[in-house]
């Protein structure tokens, strides 16, 4: 470690002094919309040294002085080559032309740096242009259901938005929204995700052999960027689907240096489903449903130098039910009230400031905010009146949980020359627990009681410092290393944790490379969740002195190969252990139980190993990828199964992602305006979940008091429920108007109607009793009204 | 609550459909079930019925026609045990010896047979009770006992604690002109303690047995106190309390802990599924021994 760092110290030492180098840098972005290109590459190529663009668009080349010919390239992007008399440091802002600006789509670019020639390996970068044409569930574009087509991800249950990762838990996923951790990101029960693709540039996975930079969380990364706002022109897109609208506004307000853009989404299923349920319940009860969405963002360039952007995104997700009854009876009318209530939801806010220190020294300040609050309530008031007055009883119940957080990072990314790129930075957040707190009232004729309890707000510090260099070693190898520091200070204990993190890569030719990798993660904070059910009820609780941080040993080896210049194949194996999981006691659970949480749950390890396969076609008119897992993942704890090994929830032997999207020529309609479709197609199979039922029920002992039967569980998860597999597909039509474009997206989720299970239970059928799936989705059509000007 | 579930499923129903699947054959067959929780004080008693699907909705049947051995520890049988009035019985008052181990075969035919091991564990005596009285965090009066006790350094123990209250009635005999005392009934006390040796323990958290193990406190002398309501209050009525430390062998222990969570989940939709210790092989049930030390206070 000691010479390594001596060699990095030696780079900004040496460098400077090299008086035959100058470094060409700049920002690379949009021509149309200014919209920073992030990954963008640009070579030099001659040399064929070169360097790709940051989170901000920035990038920084220092190569020898003389005429040197600079290739800046972006997929979906028409490649500019300039030739650049280099004699000094130059700054240079490059703007790529999209290709789907320009009339033919088989006029594409080149793409950006190849998957053999990455060091990263475990990773995908999703396209939002794939988000958004892949066929979509109820008309909803979701970035989380197109990341869990790809091997290693998996979703939970039918039509749940939620991602696990190799083997990891819903709570091991850090995903970031412009760099600020989101701790909830489903609607309506995790069936949408709360990212608005209208509003999102770009998105990044990360399932393994993690930068150093990238912290918190065991088992991915989500780094999803927003859109910084169209810089040029005044623009705005929407839709209009089936069960939810949204629009976006984006532009200018000073013209090159400041803009925004303002996206939100609502949905009317509340309006929708009143009437049916009003109508069930014979007009004794109603209730509705509906979450919204807002993602915010402004920035402002100071200088070619200084940048500033403040983005938000807040969310909410509202439930309810309320019910009426009246009964008069001698005189005497009793009326009853009840109100129910379900409420979550996340705020997240980013102050970001980037500055260009020097031409190879780039810095970003970021204050950040989130917060997410879950709150359950129900009330029932009765209100007796008769000759004598009236009296009323009220009985109230809430439920509160949540996690808040203050944050502030500093980050730097220096590129002393092509073989370096050096990042580094510190960081601090400051959480607030509120891990389940109930609220109890009473007030009945001269009694009030009001009273709370559960567990303690908790309070906690977390404080990292990370360095890492992707470093070249000559042509055929190429590293990253780096190391995470990381120290939780919760109560009067005080965790430390130095997590070393290593991937590297070997060119085999110029076509393919193997690439293996290593990463310890920590994460201090758990998410207490219970299995037999999907509310967003979970719980973020930090480490404590009697419950240790999680972590994870990864590693990771694979080949990559380019075929054909147009398909990028990868085939992977892992083994990742998990240490100080949590899980809830047998019996426990989150709600009506004044116990402390630490009370209620167990800690133990977990484990998963497995292979992936990823081919994937990023070019063309014809583009997508077939993706292929096989994994196995287990759980272990003391108190729970008996102590046994027993398969986690997720444990899905296989699973198979299919996502293919085509697009046929543009043809003039009858006004001669373009208009193209392309259409899409989803395929998804995995091996049924594992689900803890109890087959056979047997007398206990003592008989009597307290019940006579119980029903035998053979083991925690162990029975599996039927093989998931579907068939979605979908057509985009779009037609150039006058001004903007609009498309007509139509759909078919499962257009099979497999019936996949989404939970079991016990029933009746023909007075025998059976055990019964139920399935959510038929076969579901839907279309939407796509706008953009 | 539940009617956020009603208008949930309701909301779902509209585009839910439902299916029935097939279970294994395996878990139709049905099995023994042996549940015997000896002690030392009692002469061998063992109740036998059989297993269903939970597919079948049928009466969970005891089992008259079974042949009950139980053997010592090196295999010698030591009664069969006869069928009487719906439980097996010793005939010959034979009963558990502490500190011995004994296994029991259980065949029955179209039954697979079952069998099990288990030890009668030995007494632990409770030295002291200590009391005190004290205020919940709801406001009321309780009453403290702190119960003291040395466990055994050679052996791994596992423990249940309760407390016994004998309700007596006080009535004036006008005939005799004295006071009489009828027992009314005998309640078992719900037990709070924060005590974290305790696996269900807890402030403001009750459990009519505590349980716990001597991981942590083997070989010492040690002391639980515990809070508990005292009942009702008067002058007609007076309490027997009782205080008994249940030793228990690890596998009744595991049961013990297991139907207790199990019992309180039942019905609770948020809890966790429970698992109940069975030591029964091929079949169900408890095969579990546990000697009782009692102290009147």
Not at chain 1, 347 to 357: D, P
Not at chain 1, 684 to 690: D, L, M, Q, S
Not at chain 1, 705 to 728: A, C, S, T
């Amino acid at each position: 470690m000691r010479n390594y760092l001596v060699a990095v110290c030696s780079f900004f030492l040496v460098v400077p002094s090299i008086s035959q180098v100058a470094t060409l840098s700049g920002f690379i972005s949009d021509k149309a919309s200014g919209e920073k290109l992030i990954g963008a590459t640009i070579i030099e190529v001659e040399s064929k040294k070169g360097t790709s663009a940051n989170l901000y668009g920035f990038y920084s080349l220092t190569i020898p002085q003389g005429e040197v010919t600079v290739r800046f390239s972006y997929v979906g992007y028409k490649t500019v080559v300039k030739k650049i008399k280099l004699d000094s440091n130059y700054k240079l802002n490059i703007e790529l032309e999209s290709s789907a600006t320009l009339k033919e789509f088989e006029v594409v670019a080149s793409q950006s740096e190849k998957i053999q020639e990455k060091t990263q390996m475990s990773s995908v970068d999703i396209s939002m242009e794939k988000v958004k044409s892949l066929p979509v569930f109820l008309g909803e574009q979701d970035i989380m259901k197109t990341i869990q087509l790809l091997p290693g991800v998996q979703s939970g249950s039918e039509g749940s938005s939620g991602l696990y990762v190799r083997g990891g838990g819903p709570d091991q996923n850090l995903i970031l929204l412009d760099g600020v951790p989101v701790y909830n990101a489903s609607h309506l029960f995790g069936f949408f995700s709360v990212f608005n693709a209208d509003a999102i540039n770009s998105v990044q996975l990360i399932k393994g052999g993690f930068p150093a930079r990238y912290g918190g969380r065991l088992s991915s990364v989500i780094d999803i960027r927003m859109k910084e706002g169209n810089q040029k022109e005044f623009h705005g897109e929407g839709s209009i689907g089936l069960i939810s609208s949204k629009l976006s506004l984006e532009g200018p307000i000073i013209k090159d240096k400041t803009s925004f853009i303002i996206s939100a989404r609502r949905t009317y299923i509340d309006f929708l489903a009143r009437p049916l349920l009003e109508s069930a319940a014979d007009g004794e009860a109603t209730g509705g449903y509906y979450f919204y969405d807002v993602n915010a963002k402004v920035n402002h360039k100071f200088s070619e130098t200084s940048r500033l952007y403040l983005s938000a995104y807040f969310g909410d997700d509202k439930f309810s039910a309320s019910t009426s009854d009246s009964y008069l009876e001698n005189g005497v009318e009793d009326v009853y009230d009840s109100e129910n209530s379900l409420k979550w939801g996340n705020v997240i806010t980013a102050l970001r400031w980037n500055k260009i220190i020097n031409d190879k020294l780039f810095s970003n300040t970021t204050l950040r905010y989130s917060r997410y609050r879950f709150n359950v309530g129900f009330s029932e008031k009765t209100t007796t009146k008769d000759n004598s007055g009236t009296e009323t009883s009220e009985f109230k119940f809430d439920y509160f949980s949540g996690i808040e957080d203050w944050a502030g990072n500093i980050d730097f990314d220096y590129v002393p020359n092509p073989n370096h790129y050096i990042k580094f930075g510190i960081g601090d957040t400051y959480h607030t627990f509120r891990p389940g707190v109930n609220q109890f009232e009473i007030n009945e004729d001269n009694t009030n009681l009001d009273t709370t309890f559960g567990s303690q707000n908790q309070f906690a510090h977390e404080a990292n410092a990370y360095i890492e260099d992707d470093f070249k070693i000559g042509e055929l190898f190429k590293f990253n290393v780096g190391l995470h520091a990381s120290a939780f200070i919760v109560n009067k204990k005080t965790y430390f944790s130095l997590q070393p993190r290593f991937s590297g890569r070997y060119l085999l030719d110029e076509t393919m490379s193997i690439k293996a990798s290593y990463a310890r993660m920590a994460q201090f904070l758990h998410l207490l969740t219970n299995t037999s059910i999907g509310l967003p009820t979970d719980l973020w609780v930090p480490a404590t002195d009697r419950i240790a941080p999680q972590t994870s040993d990864q590693i990771a080896i694979g080949v990559a190969k380019t075929l054909k210049k147009e398909y990028e194949v990868s085939v992977e194996g892992y083994y990742k252990w998990m240490d100080n999981l949590i899980e809830y006691k047998d019996g426990a659970s989150f709600f009506g139980s004044n116990k402390d949480w630490q009370d209620k749950v167990e800690s133990g390890k977990g484990w998963s190993y497995g292979g992936e396969f990823l081919i994937e076609k990023k070019l063309g008119r014809t583009t997508g990828w077939i993706g292929y897992t096989l994994s196995w993942t287990n759980r272990q704890f003391e108190e729970i199964n008996f102590g046994e090994v027993f398969p986690y929830k997720y444990d899905r032997r296989h699973d198979i992602g299919l996502a293919v999207t085509h697009k046929f020529d543009t043809y003039k309609d009858s006004k001669g305006r373009d208009k193209w479709i392309d259409v899409g197609l989803v395929f998804v199979y995995g091996t049924g979940n594992a689900t803890t039922l109890g087959l056979e029920r047997y007398r206990s002992f003592p008989s009597g008091f307290g019940g006579e039967e119980v029903v035998h569980i053979d083991g925690r998860n162990n029975y599996r429920m039927p093989n998931y597999h579907r068939l979605d597909v979908g057509v985009n039509i779009h037609k150039k108007k006058k001004r903007g474009e609009q498309t007509w997206s139509f759909g078919l989720y499962n257009a099979y109607s497999r019936q996949n299970p989404f939970f079991l239970y016990f029933g009746f059928e023909n007075n025998q009793r059976v055990l019964k799936q139920i399935s959510l989705f038929p076969i579901l059509p839907s279309f939407s009204y796509n706008f953009k000007f | 609550m539940k009617k956020i579930f009603i208008i949930t499923l309701l909301s779902a129903s509209f585009f839910s459909c439902e299916k029935t699947l097939e279970l294994d054959a395996d878990t139709k067959t049905s099995k023994l079930v042996v549940n015997s929780l000896f002690n030392e004080k009692q002469e061998w008693r063992i109740e036998v019925s059989k297993s269903l699907s939970v597919l079948d909705e049928g009466n969970l049947e005891f089992i008259d026609n079974a042949v009950v051995n139980i053997f010592d520890k090196n295999n010698n049988l030591l009664e069969q045990i006869p069928y009487s009035f719906g439980y097996y019985e010793s005939a010959i008052g034979l009963k558990p010896i502490a500190g011995e181990n004994y296994n029991i075969a259980v065949a029955v035919p179209d039954f697979a047979t079952v069998t099990a091991e288990d030890f009668c564990p030995r007494e632990v005596p409770i030295l002291t009770v200590d009391t005190s009285s004290a205020t919940n965090s709801f406001g009321e009066k309780e009453l403290v006992a702190t119960i003291r006790f040395q466990d055994p350094a050679a052996e791994d123990n596992f423990y249940g604690l309760e407390v016994d209250l004998d309700v007596f009635q006080i009535t004036y005999n006008n005939g005799t002109g004295v006071f009489d005392t009828a027992f009314i009934d005998r309640e078992i006390a719900y037990l709070s303690s924060a005590n974290p040796i305790l696996d269900n323990g807890g402030a403001d958290s009750y459990a009519q047995t505590l349980t716990f193990n001597d991981a942590v406190i083997n070989g010492q002398s040690s002391s639980i106190r515990v809070s508990f309501s005292p009942g009702l209050e008067g002058s007609n009525y007076f309490y027997k309390k009782t205080a008994r430390l249940i030793s228990y062998s690890e596998a009744t222990y595991n049961y013990i802990k297991s139907i207790d969570a199990y019992r309180n989940a039942e019905g609770n939709p948020f809890a966790e599924p429970v698992q109940v210790f069975s030591n029964i092989e091929k079949g169900f049930g408890i095969f579990g021994g546990r000697t009782i030390s009692g102290f009147d206070f």
